[in-house]
């Protein structure tokens, strides 16, 4: 039985495609679109989950990410 496990996916636009991080583990895709760079990034996070030793895994993890707005006055 495969494990699931929650991430946060952050994407922004970057010239004329999307770039994708999910935060937690300070790894970053890219695609055309949102979805597509979405696709990659929950790629790119199970192939990490896959191959990276377990002390890599834990020392990268971030377990506490939270993802506000704020406004900021200026000028």
């Known amino acids: 039985m495969r494990k699931t496990l929650p991430f946060t996916a952050i994407i922004e636009r970057e010239g004329?495609?999307?770039?994708a991080l999910c935060p937690e583990l300070d790894v970053a895709s890219q695609g055309s679109s949102v979805e597509e760079a979405r696709v990659h990034l929950a790629e790119a996070i199970e192939l990490f989950l896959e191959t990276a030793d377990a002390s890599e895994?834990?020392?990268r993890l971030h377990r506490e990410v939270f993802v506000t707005r704020l406004e900021v006055g200026f000028g």
């Open 57 to 59: 895994i834990e020392g």
């Open 16 to 19: 004329d495609g999307y770039v």
